[in-house]
C-alpha cells in the first residue's frame, strides 16, 4: 500500500489536502442529507413540496439557511456560564471531524490508516455526549438542563450495545483496522461462492439491526429524541442557542448522521470496496487506482441509502419515554448484542 | 374548605418560587418547572407550574388567564345578532358549534323554533366542526409525542371540511352562520354530493391514523396506563365530551337531550372506553370522527325541503327570561345561561366551556407523573386556549 501520486506533495500539502478533504468528507454529505431528506423527503412524506422557491426546486434553501443564521445574533444568556456556554458546539462538531479521520474511503484515499480505528471511532463518537452535555448544563435554562441530562443519560446507555454489536464484526474480520474489515468483506466468499464477497450483514444481521438502532439513540433521532424533544422541552440542550453555534448543532446532527452510517457501511455493507474477484484482485495492493475515485461515490451511495433509512424512522415514529428508552437499551438491545457476540465465536472457533 | 385554602396557599407560593427563581441559580433538589405561558405543548398560553423531582411531577398546577378576553362582559354591549360574531372565537377550531347552543338559548326565549331544514343543515355543519377540530386532534396527537408526519396528514384533510363550511357558510374559520330562526342561506348546489365525497375521503384518514399512529407500539407505551381518571373522579371535576366517555361514562349530550336538532333523527353509536387513560381518550376521539361522518352521511340522505329561515321580526328583542342550553361540542359539553331582559342585547351570559372544567383535573392527574406524561396526557385532555380562558 504505497500512495503513488504524480507529483511530490510535501507534507504541509498533505496536511493542507487532509483538512480539506475532511470538511468536504463532513460538509458534503451534511448538506446533501439536509437538503434530500430533511427537506424533500420529508415533505413528499407528509404531502407538501417542501422549499421551492431557492434555485431549481429549492436546492439552495440550504445555503440561504446558512446565510440566516450566520446573521443572527449570537446571544449568551446572562447567567449562562459563557465560556464553556461558547465551546460546547464546537466539541459536538469536532467530534464529528475527529470521527471522519479514520474511515477508509479507497484503497488509498483515508485519512489515517490506523491499526485500531473501530476502537477509536467508538471512543471519538461518544466525546460529542461531553459537548451536549455542557451545553445543557451552561445555558441556565431548566428546559436544557433536563435536555443535557436527559441526552447524557441515553448516549451512555446506547454506546453500550452499539460497542458490544461492533464486536462481532470485529470477531469475524480478526481486525479493528477498518480497511482490514473493507479487506475481508470483498475477499471474502459465501460457501466457496465469491460473486458478491462477504459483507458481514449477512451473518451479522442482528448485529447491524442493533447498531443501527444505537446509531439512531446516538444522533438523537425519532423515536429517541427526547434529549431535543420539541413538544416537551422546547429544543432540549439547543434552547438558547442561536444565530451560527446553533448551526454547528445543526450540522453536527445531520453530519454525525452520515459519518454513522459510513462506519455502518464499513463495518456491515462491504465499505468502498466492489468484490474483488470481479477484478481478479486478491489483496489491496493489486486493486486498481480508479478505485481511489470510485470508492467514494460507492461509499457516499451506501451512506446514502443507512441515512435515507435513519430519516424514514425519524420521520414515522413517535418518542419513546426517557425511562422505557433505558429500559429498551439494557433490558433488549444489550443482552442481544451479547447473545449475538456469543454465537459469533462460538461459531468463529468451530467453523 | 381546608384544602381549598391549603391549595390556594400552594399555588400562590409556586408562583411566586417559580417567579423568584427564574433568575436564581438551577436548583438540584426540587426543581419548579414553568411549562409556558409559551410553550410548544400548550397550544397557546397555558402555563402550567410543575415541581419536579428528577423528572416526576410532584405538584402540579394549571395557570389559565393570560389569554382571557372577556367574552362574557363583551356579550353585555352587543346585540343578540352580533353575539355570535364573537362567541365563535371560544373554541376557535370547532367554531360553529360554538353558535349553535347561544342560539337555540335565545330561541327558547324568543319561543321559535328553526325549520326542519335548517336544523338538519344546522347539525350538519356542527358535525363538520367536530370532524375539522377533532380531525386535528388527531394529527397534533403525533406531533405532540415527537411524529411530525400525522399533523400534515390531519391538516391536508381538515382543509377539505374548512372548504365544505367555507362553501355553505362563506368563513372557513369563523362562519358565523347561525341566525336566530334558522341560517343565513340555503346551501350551494354540489355542495351535498361534495360532502358525501369528503366524508368517505375523512374516513380513509380516519383509517390512515389509525394505522400510523394507533398501531404504533411507541404510542401504545406511551399512552395505555398513561393519565388513568376513574368514573367517579371524572364526574367530581366535571368533565364532559369524549374525556368522560373515556372513562367509561355513557353519556352523550346529542342523545341524552332533546333538542331542536336533528340528532334524534339519525342512528349514531356514542362509544365510550373502560380504561380511561390516554389511550382511551384518543381512541374514542378517532371513533368519534368516524362516527360523525357517519352521522352528516345519514342527515344527507334525510335532508327535507323547505325554507331555512323561520318568521322573525326584522330588529330581534328578546323578551324577559332566563334560558340554559348546552350541547356536546367538539370539546365536551357547551352551555350558554342567557338572561335577558327584553332588551336588544343579553343582560347577562355565562359560557360553560368544556375546556375549562377538562383541564381543571390536572393537579389531581398530573401527581406522580414523568415530565414526558405531561405533555401527553394534556395532549389527550385535549383543551383549547380560547375555550379555557373565553
Known sequence: ?351 | MTMLSERQQLSYIASQAADARLNVELETEGMTLNIGPQHPATHGTLRIIARLDGEQVVWAEPSAGYMHRGYEKLTEVRTFPQVTTLINRIDWLGSFANEVPFILAAEKLMEIEAPPRAQHIRTILFELSRIANVGLFLGDLGVQMGAITPVFLAFRDREYVLNLIEGATGGRFHPNFDRIGGLKDDLPQGWIDETRQVMKKLRGFCDEIEDLLFGNEIFQSRTRGIGVIPADVARQYGLSGANLRASGVDWDLRRDQSLPMAWDKVDFKVWTHPDGDSWARCWVRLQEVRESTKIVDQLLDTMPAGPVMAKVPRIIKVPEGEAWVSTENPLGEMGYYVVSKGDLGPFRVKIRSASFNNISITPWLLKGVYVPDIITILASLYFILGDIDR
Do not use: H
Not at chain 1, 500539502?13 to 468536504?24: A, C, K, M, P
Not at chain 1, 475481508?184 to 451473518?203: D, H, R
Not at chain 1, 440542550?237 to 445543526?250: C, I, P, Q
Not at chain 1, 462491504?270 to 460507492?298: A, C, H, K, R, Y
Open chain 1, 1 to 351: 500500500m504505497i500512495v503513488q501520486l504524480a507529483v511530490e506533495v510535501p507534507y504541509w500539502g498533505q496536511s493542507l489536502l487532509r483538512v480539506l478533504g475532511g470538511l468536504v468528507a463532513v460538509l458534503l454529505p451534511a448538506g446533501t442529507i439536509v437538503y434530500l431528506f430533511l427537506f424533500k423527503m420529508m415533505s413528499f412524506m407528509q404531502s407538501r413540496l417542501g422549499p421551492m422557491e431557492a434555485g431549481p426546486f429549492g436546492s439552495m434553501q440550504l445555503f440561504a439557511e446558512v446565510g440566516k443564521w450566520l446573521q443572527k445574533e449570537d446571544i449568551v444568556p446572562e447567567n449562562a456560564d459563557a465560556r464553556i456556554y461558547k465551546i460546547a458546539p464546537i466539541i459536538v462538531l469536532v467530534s464529528t471531524f475527529l470521527l471522519v479521520v479514520v474511515i477508509p474511503f479507497g484503497p488509498d484515499a483515508w485519512f489515517t490508516n490506523f491499526s485500531a480505528g473501530v476502537f477509536y471511532a467508538l471512543a471519538i463518537g461518544s466525546v460529542s455526549v461531553i459537548g451536549i452535555l455542557v451545553a445543557g448544563w451552561s445555558s441556565a435554562n431548566k428546559y436544557s438542563l433536563l435536555g443535557g441530562l436527559r441526552a447524557a443519560g441515553q448516549l451512555i446507555a446506547y454506546e453500550l450495545p452499539m460497542v458490544l454489536a461492533v464486536v462481532g464484526v470485529v470477531i469475524q474480520a480478526g481486525s479493528m483496522n477498518l480497511q482490514d474489515i473493507v479487506m475481508a468483506q470483498n475477499t471474502g466468499e459465501i460457501f466457496g461462492w465469491s460473486g458478491i464477497g462477504f459483507p458481514f450483514v449477512l451473518t451479522q444481521f442482528v448485529g447491524f439491526l442493533i447498531f443501527m438502532i444505537a446509531v439512531q439513540a446516538e444522533l438523537t433521532q425519532a423515536p429517541f429524541d427526547m434529549p431535543i424533544a420539541e413538544s416537551e422541552l422546547v429544543s432540549g440542550y439547543m434552547t438558547e442557542y442561536s444565530g451560527f453555534r446553533f448551526l454547528m448543532f445543526f450540522i453536527g446532527e445531520f453530519a454525525t448522521a452520515g459519518v454513522f452510517a459510513l462506519i455502518a457501511s464499513v463495518l456491515f455493507l462491504g465499505g468502498w470496496g466492489i468484490p474483488f474477484s470481479w477484478f481478479g484482485w486478491e489483496t489491496i495492493d493489486q486493486v486498481d487506482n480508479w478505485m481511489n475515485i470510485v470508492g467514494p461515490l460507492i461509499m457516499f451511495t451506501k451512506m446514502m441509502v443507512l441515512t435515507g433509512i435513519i430519516m424514514w424512522v425519524r420521520f414515522s415514529y413517535p418518542r419513546f419515554r426517557e425511562d422505557q428508552l433505558q429500559r429498551f437499551a439494557w433490558k433488549v438491545l444489550i443482552p442481544l448484542s451479547l447473545a449475538n457476540i456469543a454465537v459469533t465465536a462460538i461459531v468463529k472457533v468451530v467453523v
